[in-house]
C-alpha cells in the first residue's frame, strides 16, 4: 500500500529507513516530566505510533499530515528549561496544525535527532507538495482508512474487514450490495483486497453519479467535454468571463490525467471531477488567496486581525502562558499582539494576566519572539498592544529590550520625520513593529515642525467656550498624573498608536489627533453602536480603535466581532486560544487578500462624511444581491467523535449570512438518516443581502439529533465577495479550523445584482 501512495514521489532513503526501524526517545512535558517512549514510523510512511516500555501499554499515533513543522534545538518552552540537562542537538519539537499541543522529544544522540528532524521535514514537504492528481489518485486518506480497516495488519483486507470499515467511514450499505462491491474489485479471486484492489473498492464506493450528471449534460458523447464543450460550461455554469478559452486549456493541462486528452485538449469525466475538487473549482476565489487589494491607503481604513491575551493558552484565570501564544497568532496572520506587562523578580518585566493564577513569562523572550516570527509568512507590520502595568525603573528596561532585540523593526519615529496629517499605510510600514500605549504629551513635542495642514475635523470654531475649557483641564490632569507613571524612554516608543481615553465622537473630533486611538471593552462598543452608529463608521475613518473581550469572561470565550466590523472597527481582538463560531467568522474574514491579516474595508466606511450606518442599511445605496444556494451532496463527513460504536450521522446543512442586522440570517436543509458518506440533499435555500460587501457566508454541518442539540461536524466559512458561483466544492473545516479532507459539500451558487436587474 506504501508503495502505491507513494511511487510518484517518496523514495525510502536511510532516515526514513531508520524512522520504520523505530527509535526511544524521552517525551517531555515540563522539566519534571520526561518519559521514554518507543517510535515509529509505520510502512504508509504517513503514520508514527509511539509507545511506553511497559509491556500493554495502549499505542498513541499522528498522521504527517497533522503536522505543520519540526523545529530543531531549544524552541520551546519546556526544551528551554531543559537547557542545562540535555544539547540542543539532541532536541526537537514537532509542531502540529491547528490547537494541538507541540510534542517536545530528546533524543538519545544528535544522529538520532537528525534523522528523525530530517525525515520529518521531507515527509511534511511531501504532502504538503503533492499536486491534485495524487491527492485524488493517490490521497493520503486512502492509506488511512486502509490502515484502520486492516485489523490484523497483514496488509489484505478481508470482507469482514470491509464491512467494519464501512462503518467507519459512515456509510450504512446493504450487505449484498458492499459484497458485489467486494466482489468487483477483487481481480485476484483470493477473497480478500491489496493494493491496486483497494483503490479500486474505494473508487467504485466514492464514485459521483451527480458529478456525472452534469459532465453528461455538457458533453454531446457523455464521454469527455471538447475544449468547446468546457468552455461552454465554464460560461454558462462557472460564471467565468475572461479568456475562457484561454482558461479551459490551462484547467485541461493541470487536472486532465490522461495525456492522449491533454494533447487532444478534451476534459475526461476524472479530469472533470479533479478540476471540480480543485483550488479552481473551490467556492474561494482563487485570485483572493493573495494580496489583491490596494495596500496604499491609511491604516486606519483596514480591518486588522487582532488578538486579546495573546500569551494565554487556555482561560484567563488559571490558564498557560506561552510565547507558543505568540507564534501562533503570527503564523495565523494575526497583525496585533497584546502584551500585559507587570514587575517580574530581578528588575525584569514579565507578562501574564495580572491578579489570576496564570503563569508568567519573560517580557524579554515575547519580543525574541515576535523578533524572530513578525515577519516569516507577511511583511505587513505588527502593532504591539503594551498594557503597562510596570514600574517607571522596569518600564526602561522593556524600552531597552524592545530596542536590542527589535533594533531596525522598531519605529521610533514617523517614517518621513514630520507629524502625520491622516496614519501611514500597510505598504509604508512594512517589515516595521508598532508600538500601541500610552504617552507623555504629544507627538509634535519629539518632532520638529508642524504638520503641512489641519487634520480633518480640527476645527472647533463652533465648540462654546466653557465647554473647551473643562475638557481641556481634564486632559491637563489626566497628562499630569500620566507623566508620573511613565517611563520617558518607553512613551517616546509610542509613534503612530497614542492611547487615549474616550469622552465622546464630537470630541475626539475636535481635539484628537490621527496617530491617537481609543480602546472599548465589548459593551461600551455595542452601547455606542446602539447610539450613534453612523458616527461610529465616521470616527473610524480617521482614527482607529480597538475592541476587546469583556473582563467577565473568565473562560476566554469571545464576543462576535460582526456587531464591531459593522462600524468599521479595525482591531476587534479575540482570544484566538478559543474555538468556535466567533473565531470561524474571524478566519473567514482574513482568509481573504493573502491571509495577510490587513483586509480594506469597503469605500463607503473610508470616507469621514459617510451616511452609512448598519441599522439603515437604505444609506448604502443600491447594492442588494439576491443569493440562491443549492446544497447538492456530501462527501465523506466525518463521525462525530466520540460517538457510539457503529453509529452513523444524520447530517444537516445550515447556511449562515453574518452581515449587518437586516441581512444576518440562517436556514437549513432536511437531515438525511444514516448517510454521511454521501448524502443528497437537493435543497435550495435563498437570500436577499443588503451590504455584501460586509457579509460572511458560513456552512455548518450537523449531526442531527431529536433527542438534544445536535453535534458539529464541520464548517466553512468565506466572505461573500470572495464566493465562486457556480458548481462548487466547499472543504470542511474542523473546530479547530484545520481541514477534515477529504469531507466536503457540493453545492451550486447562483448570485443576481438585484440593482443592476432593476435597471
Known sequence: MASLLYSVRLHLDVNLEQMQQGTMM?????????????????????TIWYKSKKPGNAKSA???SDVETVRDGHQSEVLQSLAEEFPPEHC???????RRGNLDLIAGSAEEAQCWIQGLRRLVEVVTNMDQKEKIDHCTWICDWFQKADKDKDGRMNFKEVQHLLRMMNVDMNEDHAFRLFQMADKSETGTLEGEEFVLFYKALTQRDEVLKIFQEYSKDAKKLTLLEFVDFLEQEQMESKGIEELAMELIERYEPSETAKARHVLSIDGFLMYLCSPDGSIFNPEHRKVFQDMSQSLCHYFISSSHNTYLMEDQLRGQSSIEGYIRALKRGCRCLEVDCWDGPNGEPIVYHGHTFTSKIPFREVVSTVEKYAFQVFDYPIILSIENHCSIEQQDVMAQQLKSILGEQLLITTIDGRVPVQLPSPEELRGKIILKGKKIGCLEDSLDGQPDEDPEGEDSEEEEEAVEDMLRNEAKRKEKKSKQSLSEELSDCIIYCKSVPFSSFQHSRIHFKPYEMSSFTESKARKLIREAGNDFVRHNAWQLTRIYPSGIRADSSNYNPQDM??????????????????????????SQNGHCGYVLKPWFMRDTETTFSPENPESRGDSALSLAIQVITGQQLPKVPNSKEGSIVDPLVRVEIHGIPADSAKRETKYIENNGFNPQWGETLHFQVRVPELALLRFVV?????????DFVGQYTIPLTSVKAGYRHIHLLSKDGTGIPPASLFVHIQMVDLSTEID
Open 92 to 98: 526537537f519539537t514537532i509542531v502540529f496544525h491547528g
Open 702 to 710: 450537523e449531526d442531527y439529533d431529536k433527542a438534544s442539540r445536535n
Open 565 to 590: 466590523w459593522n462600524v468599521g472597527c479595525q482591531m476587534v481582538a479575540l482570544n484566538f486560544q478559543t474555538a468556535g463560531t466567533e473565531m470561524d467568522l474571524y478566519d473567514g474574514l482574513f
Open 26 to 46: 524521552r517525551k517531555v512535558k515540563s522539566k519534571n516530566w520526561k518519559k521514554q517512549r518507543y517510535f515509529k514510523l509505520q510502512d504508509d510512511c504517513m
Open 62 to 64: 499522528f498522521s504527517v
